[in-house]
């Protein structure tokens, strides 16, 4: 629904609520249709059973139910979001001022980081040539040396470097032995923090989405239309176009750093080699990707934190409208199940997929280059 022009010699205002009752009555009549569809469901399930069956009662329409309640986007304590709320009338200059500061503090930060993660810190400590400079160096040490290195002993200082590059890559190489099977521990804990990293930022990415498909199916408006219908709760009846130009803008800016932390975070754990350092790095990406709530809670003003905290969720998906043929029900794909967890399944699948592409072309060529740097310092056999 675009910007509603008032109707030519009416009120504004009385336009608005002729609407406003017009969608009321759509909604309810959808409503009604649901309820009877999900009654008749229910009558068939609660048919009486035989004394000491062990069936027990269906539970998929109480669930449908839970699942249609629960499709809409819930306001999040975070900077992103409490920006959408940056000119609103109840507020005073004090209280934008924070909202302006956190939004701004929060960007700079955020891509700070990206930064520092991307081109500083997210490159392999291994050069191009670093198994042929090995090489040569174990051709030319004497070979009573380089047997103390593989025995660990560290009282030859001037071979530290070769000792240091051998006791990193013996520890991400190791077998760990369950039963019968054997488990390289580097690649293995790589591939498993790379996966969790790759689901926390899919779960941004994902919010992300809702956040901008909830407002643009909020009606426009000259000015943020927020009512009042009870203590403590709020409804939003309508956008401005400066907001859902900041809701569009903010969204863009997320993903975009969502998608940067996700590959410079991705190549900064592969290239982790110290099993410690590998789950310390994990955490401080994701207090980089969560600083956003962090400063919420810090800076925003408790005006704002009453005002999310009492907002009804936004709605998802808008009602069609009602044709001649049918009661206005949104139209699904007949060969999908009913409420088929559409979300949960494209957010796996894309994560999946991600990991796959880099435990193919990053974890397992590095753990080829950690074994050769291994290898060439001090060989299986002498290990």
């Known amino acids: 629904a675009g910007l509603r ?17 017009a969608e009321a009555r759509q909604y309810f009549e959808h409503a009604l249709s649901s309820i009877r569809e999900e009654m008749h469901h229910l009558e068939q ?20 139910i839970a699942v249609k309640d629960r499709d809409r986007y819930h306001v999040k304590a975070s900077v992103w979001d409490a920006g959408m709320f940056i000119g609103l009338g109840a507020f005073d200059g004090w209280t934008h001022g924070l909202l302006v500061i956190a939004f701004l503090v929060n960007f700079v930060i955020q891509v700070l ?32 040396d380089v047997e103390k290195i593989c025995e660990g002993d560290t009282s030859l200082s001037r071979y530290d470097l070769q000792r240091e590059l051998f006791d990193e890559a013996e520890g991400y190489v190791s077998i760990l032995k369950i039963g019968a099977a054997k488990i390289a521990i580097g690649p293995v804990l790589s591939a ?34 927020i009512r009042h219908p009870a203590p403590g709760v709020f409804r939003v009846h309508g956008v401005s176009r400066s907001h859902f130009v900041y809701a569009t803008v903010s969204a863009i800016l997320q993903v975009i750093i969502a998608l940067v932390l996700l590959v410079g975070g991705s190549l900064w754990l592969v290239y982790t080699k110290s099993i410690k350092d ?14 956003d709530e962090l400063l919420y809670n810090v800076i925003i003003p408790r005006k704002v934190k009453a005002l999310i ?9 808008r009602p069609r409208e009602k044709g001649f043929f049918d009661d206005g029900a949104p139209r699904r794909c007949r060969c999908c199940p009913r409420h088929w967890p559409k979300k949960a399944v494209y957010t796996f ?21 950690v074994w050769q740097v291994r290898d060439t310092i001090c060989p299986a056999t002498e290990a």
């Open 192 to 225: 498993i923090v790379v996966f969790m990293w790759i689901l926390n930022v899919s779960r941004v990415i994902r919010d992300v989405f809702d956040f901008v498909k909830s407002v643009s199916n909020l009606r426009r408006n000259e000015e943020f239309m």
């Open 45 to 64: 399930n609660m048919s009486p059973r035989p004394i000491g069956s062990t069936a027990t009662r269906d539970l998929s329409v109480p669930l449908d």
């Open 113 to 144: 980081s990206c930064a520092i993660v991307c081109f500083a810190i997210a490159d392999d400590s291994y050069s191009d040539g670093i198994v042929e400079e090995l090489g040569f160096w174990r051709a030319q040490a004497n070979a009573t």
């Open 309 to 317: 905290g009492g907002m009804e969720p936004w709605p998802l998906s």
């Open 278 to 291: 590998l789950m310390l790095n994990a955490v401080a990406l994701a207090y980089i990707m969560e600083f």
């Open 349 to 369: 699948a894309f994560s999946l997929a991600v990991e796959i592409f880099f435990v193919a072309v990053l974890i397992a060529p590095h753990y080829d280059r």
């Open 5 to 21: 022009k008032p109707r030519s010699g009416s009120d504004p205002e009385l336009d608005v609520v002729r609407d406003d009752v």
